[in-house]
């Protein structure tokens, strides 16, 4: 079993093989167990902190979701707005305060490096649950248990990314967990918006098989999963350059005809318009599969995180 007693979860690379075979085995275990039962008791007693400065949807209610089907608590500072955040207090501050009320922290933050100045603030574990166009690896680990599940195995896999992959966290995560299984990776995106050097050099040097391409046809073609990816907008300093390169990759009904084989389509959500409605009833579209296995991944980590290993 992976030891996560007591650890942050900041960054995709923290993760080994065998980190990643626990946390899929332990999130499978209470899987079953939801089966059978509505909620469990494992972390009664524990308390979750929930501190989100930027909108999100997904990820705090699934992490508050996962507390709460295990039997936990969860506070949430709600929105910045709301909190003392908006009187000028800093992220240390706040988050020695609110270790002072909960056994962990989740949080996200438009700063990359956020988690991390979090974690390194307050003696509880802190979770981060994306860092501006950083990292957001509890998306991949929910990702890698998805694709575990929708094929059968992390063997073999030849992955095309589309999209923003220049700002996109979840990306950025998920390439570090892709690199443990010899995966093949297709990056797909405008010229502009191009993974960064440093993540495909690291990439390179740890002998991963990578193609750049702005051919979504060609890359979906050679291989047996797509990840989806909305081009982010809310990052782009210049809102003309957003306007230029927006709807750049389109997956309906027409690009699906145009596909040899059947393939796994995944997208961390929300999309815009880079997966048009009627797709969602392809056997391959598993994005709202992959939303709920993010409840199982997030239990698991939280009691891992937690030392309640089951
Ligand atoms: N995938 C994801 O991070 O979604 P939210 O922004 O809704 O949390």
């Known amino acids: 079993m992976g030891n996560l007693k007591g650890k942050d ?49 997904r990820t705090r209610l699934s992490f508050e979701t996962a507390m709460q089907r295990l039997g936990g608590g969860v506070i949430s500072m709600g929105s910045v707005e ?12 706040t988050v020695r305060t609110v270790s002072q009320y909960a056994d962990v922290i989740v949080i996200r933050h438009p700063r990359t490096g956020s988690a991390r100045e979090a974690a390194d603030a307050v003696p509880i574990p802190v979770i981060n649950a994306g860092d501006g166009t950083g990292q957001h690896p509890t998306q991949a680990l929910l990702d890698i248990y998805t694709i575990h599940k929708e094929l059968g195995s992390l063997k073999n896999l030849v992955v095309s990314m589309v999209g923003d992959l220049k700002n996109g966290r979840t990306v950025h995560a998920l390439v570090e967990l ?3 299984f ?42 047996n999963l ?35 084989n059947k393939i796994i389509i995944l997208h961390p959500l929300p999309r815009v318009d880079e997966i048009s409605p009627e797709v969602d009833t392809y056997p391959g579209a598993a994005y709202f599969r992959q939303v709920r296995n993010g409840v199982f991944v997030r239990m698991a980590l939280l ?8």
């Open 303 to 310: 009691a891992m995180v937690l030392g309640r290993i089951p």
């Open 9 to 57: 979860i900041l960054h995709g690379n923290q993760f080994s093989k065998k980190d990643i075979d626990a946390i899929i085995k332990i999130a499978s275990n209470f899987e079953k167990e939801l089966k059978k039962k509505d909620s469990l008791t494992l972390l009664r007693g524990k308390i979750l902190a929930t501190l989100f400065y930027e909108p999100s949807t």
């Open 178 to 180: 892709l690199s443990l």
């Open 182 to 223: 010899q995966a093949r990776l297709y990056f797909v995106s405008p010229g502009s918006l191009r993974m960064p050097e440093e993540i495909t050099s690291g990439l390179k040097e740890k002998g991963v098989e990578i193609e750049e391409t702005e051919d979504i046809l060609e890359a979906s073609n050679a291989s």
């Open 82 to 93: 709301s909190s003392s955040v908006a009187k000028g207090e800093t992220l240390t501050d």
């Open 226 to 260: 797509i990840y989806m990816t909305r081009i982010q907008k809310e990052r782009f300093a210049d809102l003309t350059e957003y306007e230029r390169v927006k709807g750049s990759y389109i997956i309906n009904e027409e690009f699906l005809k145009k596909l040899k």
